[in-house]
């Protein structure tokens, strides 16, 4: 690239963070994120079973939130993650018991009275592609209609998936046209934060948040910088710590750089 360059600016302030993509000094899109609007949605906790009910199928499920969850039996079972045979899904109290610890990833807030509506089938996002820990499968989005390119994303994420991996991934619409090296970051960077999420929730105690959907600062490194992006200037110390850490643990070669 000739002149400035692309960068990335981020403004952290109580209320809200703002991060411009800048290019050669002009702007190219921002993204803000007010802290009133983060919700529970995406996160992933360590419950604990409080009580299961065969009449509707469902389970309330102690997070350490102010109300319980709720987990109907259909977001627990799924035959392509191996959990039983397809022609019958296994009743409430068949999979899980009161005092059974969980771990379990929050599909909408709470609302009013009601608790959190809760999955066990964990999803993890990142730019290109959807992590589903335990599934054997490999998705493209429907939204993505040219077959060719259909067929190079699923044979390019195929290829990358080690045998026996125990993940699926889910192809994501911003895939469309990301070259293989794009996907190979991508998979290798939700391989280590699975890791990590899978070994804070064996040391977790019940009710713990084990982890949570990652601020507006973090996304732009995990999605922009590796497109190409050559520098981030960051305007909160506390910020720029949270940004080094992340690299190092999840993508080393950028903190390299």
């Known amino acids: 690239m000739n002149g400035m360059g692309e ?11 703002r991060a411009a993509v800048v290019e050669n000094g002009v702007l190219q899109e ?13 996160n992933i906790y360590k419950g604990r079973v409080s009580r299961a009910l065969p009449g509707m199928q469902a389970a309330f499920i102690d997070m350490g939130l102010e109300r319980t969850g709720f987990l109907h039996v259909s977001d627990i079972w799924s035959a392509d993650r191996g959990n039983g045979d397809a ?9 899980l018991r009161e005092g059974d610890e969980i771990l379990v990833q929050v599909l909408k807030d709470p609302i009013g009275t009601k608790g959190a509506r809760l999955t066990m089938q964990i999803t993890i996002p990142s730019r290109y592609l959807v992590l589903l820990p335990g599934s054997e499968t490999v998705g493209v989005s429907a939204r993505i209609e040219d077959e060719e390119e259909r067929a190079r994303l699923r044979e ?15 192809v994501r619409t911003a895939a469309e046209g990301a ?20 070994r ?6 019940s009710g713990e948040l084990v982890h949570e959907d990652l601020p507006l600062e973090l996304r732009v490194v995990r999605d922009v910088v590796s497109s190409g992006i050559q520098r981030v ?16 643990s999840f993508m080393p070669e950028m903190a390299e750089t």
């Not at 921002?30 to 995406?42: D, H, N, T, V, W």
Request: proline letters at 3%.
């Open 233 to 248: 200037r960051v305007d909160s110390k506390q910020a720029y710590e949270r940004i080094q850490r992340f690299a190092e």
């Open 7 to 17: 960068e990335v600016l981020i403004n952290v302030t109580p209320r809200e963070i």
């Open 200 to 205: 804070r929730s064996r040391e977790a105690a």
């Open 179 to 198: 070259a293989f090296e794009a996907l190979r970051a991508d998979m290798l960077f939700l391989g280590r934060l699975w890791d990590s999420v899978d």
């Open 30 to 42: 921002l993204l803000i994120e007010r802290a009133s609007r983060r919700g529970l949605a995406g």
């Open 156 to 170: 390019c994420v195929e290829s990358l998936v080690p045998e026996g991996a125990g993940a699926g991934y889910i």
């Open 87 to 95: 022609e019958r899904e296994p009743g409430i109290r068949e999979l």
